[in-house]
């Protein structure tokens, strides 16, 4: 079976969204819909619980695969959006660090831009395919890509822990 084939819906339309509402997989739906109903008729009691924490693990450890880490190593969430206001709460950005984003963030970044400059950071938005040349040593953090194509994500082409490694990058700018 092609990979195509995993997406009936590309047979009617040309689908251009990888994000949110990006195609659905023909076997992700399946599964999904094999496990509610499962649900619909067992109940979510204890072993629902018990199935949730083992798919968690089964898909902890796809991830690493695809991204050549440790399953240790991934942090399911909710969404993108919610991964990248949990990372940038945690690196406890404040007065001395500067954020670098681009005219084109998505929406589900500006929440946490919004909270890390009230809390005292400096948010300097360049266009964004000088975003790669915009960092400076002062830059402390740049928002990881998800668009294979820009600047950022172009110019570390094996990583897959594009957060953590351009916040790593940034610190290295910064060092030197
Ligand atoms: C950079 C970025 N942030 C956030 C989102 C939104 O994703 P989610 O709906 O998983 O929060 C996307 C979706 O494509 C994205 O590209």
């Not at 790669?132 to 294979?148: D, G, H, L, M, Q």
Request: aromatic share 4%; glycine share 8%; hydrophobic share 35%.
């Amino acid at each position: 079976m092609a990979f195509r084939d995993e997406f009936p819906v590309l047979e009617n339309i040309a689908y251009l969204n990888a994000g949110t509402d990006g195609p659905l997989p023909r076997r992700a739906v399946e599964r999904a819909k094999a496990e509610l109903d499962a649900e619909l008729t067992e109940g979510r009691v204890m072993a629902h619980f018990m199935r949730r924490h083992e798919l968690q693990e089964q898909l902890r450890e796809g991830y690493a695969r695809a991204m050549h880490c440790t399953p240790e190593e991934v942090a399911v969430t909710t969404g993108t959006s919610f991964g990248l206001g949990a990372v940038m709460a945690g690196l406890d950005l404040g007065p001395n660090d500067e954020i670098l984003t681009t005219d084109s963030e998505h929406p589900g970044l500006l929440g946490p831009l919004i909270a890390a400059r009230h809390r005292g950071a400096t948010v300097r938005t360049v266009p964004i395919h000088q975003l790669a040349e915009a960092v400076t040593n002062k830059t402390t953090w740049s928002p990881p890509r998800t668009c294979p194509g820009s600047p950022a994500r172009r110019s570390r082409p094996s990583s897959p822990r594009s957060t953590c490694r351009s916040s790593s990058t940034a610190r290295r700018a910064r060092a030197r």
